[in-house]
C-alpha cells in the first residue's frame, strides 16, 4: 500500500468513468450513500447535480458535511477518499453547461447534450465538495 | 432505468470483484465513507472483517447504522444500496474463515490463506449488514 501523490489524486479522479459514492446524514442521523457522475472543476473540486428533492439533496441542504470516495475495484486496489463540506449553488445559469460537461464524461460526446438536459431539471443543484481531508492509497493489496 | 430482482440484486452483489463502500457515522455525526471487500454469507448478508480501531470500527461500535452501495461504474450503470443495521461479532473463532474466503473472492483461491491470514488480525470484527432496505437499480442512463 502506498500514498498517491496530489498528481495521481486528480488523475485518479478523472479515470475513465469512475463514479463518485457519496455519503449524507439523513435526518435522523443515519448515514446515506448513493453513486454519482461528477467531473472535477477549474480548481478540481469534485463538481455534481442533484435534484433539491432528492434524499442527497435534501440531507445537503441540512447538513453539508459530506464524505466522498471513487475506487478501482480491481487488483491491487486503490482509492480515494475525500471528506468535506458541500458547497450548495441553487439555480445556478451555468447548470445546463455542468450537466452537459459532465453527462460527456459518462456518455461520450455524442449524447452528452441529449443527457445534459435530462439532467438539467428547475431545482437541480450544483454542489463542489469543498474537501477538509483527502486520502489517495495505491496498491492496497501489494 | 429498471428495478432488479432479487436475483439480480444477489448476482450484482457477488461479480468479480466489486467493492462495497460504506458509510458509517463519525463520533462527531459527519459522515464516513470507505471501500471494503465482502463476501454474502449463507443468509445473503453483505459480511466484512474490519479492525476494532479502525474508524468504521469505532463508528460501528458506537453507532450500528449502515450504508453499502456497491456500483459497476461503466454504462449503463447499475447500483445496489443496502440501508441497514451492522451485526457485530467480536472474537469470531471462525474469523480467519472469513477472511480467507474474502481474501479468495478480491486475490484469487492461490493467494486466498495468504492474504485471509494477513487479514485475521487480533481485534478484528466481523460484520454482518442486517438489510432494512435494498435497492437495485440497471441500466441507469438508459
Known amino acids: 500500500m502506498e500514498k498517491m501523490s496530489q498528481e495521481e489524486i486528480i488523475e485518479f479522479l478523472v479515470e475513465g468513468t469512475f463514479t463518485g459514492k457519496v455519503s449524507t446524514i439523513n435526518k435522523d442521523g443515519s448515514p446515506h450513500i448513493t453513486p454519482i457522475w461528477y467531473i472535477l472543476d477549474e480548481d478540481n473540486y469534485v463538481t455534481f447535480t442533484t435534484y433539491s428533492k432528492s434524499v442527497k439533496g435534501k440531507n445537503l441542504l441540512r447538513d453539508s458535511r459530506i464524505s466522498f470516495c471513487v475506487d478501482d475495484q480491481v487488483p ?12 450548495i449553488i441553487s439555480e445556478s445559469d451555468n447548470l445546463l453547461v455542468w450537466t452537459t460537461k459532465i ?25 463542489k465538495v469543498i474537501p477538509k481531508k483527502v486520502i489517495g492509497q495505491k496498491d492496497i493489496s501489494v
Not at 491491487?76 to 458547497?87: L, M, Q, R, T, Y
Not at 464524461?105 to 431539471?121: I, V, W
Request: proline content about 3%.
Open 76 to 87: 491491487p486496489f486503490s482509492f480515494v477518499i475525500i471528506d468535506g463540506i458541500a458547497e
Open 103 to 127: 453527462a460527456e464524461r459518462y456518455m461520450g460526446k455524442e449524447l452528452s447534450n441529449e443527457y445534459g438536459k435530462r439532467n438539467a431539471f428547475d431545482g437541480e443543484l450544483l454542489i
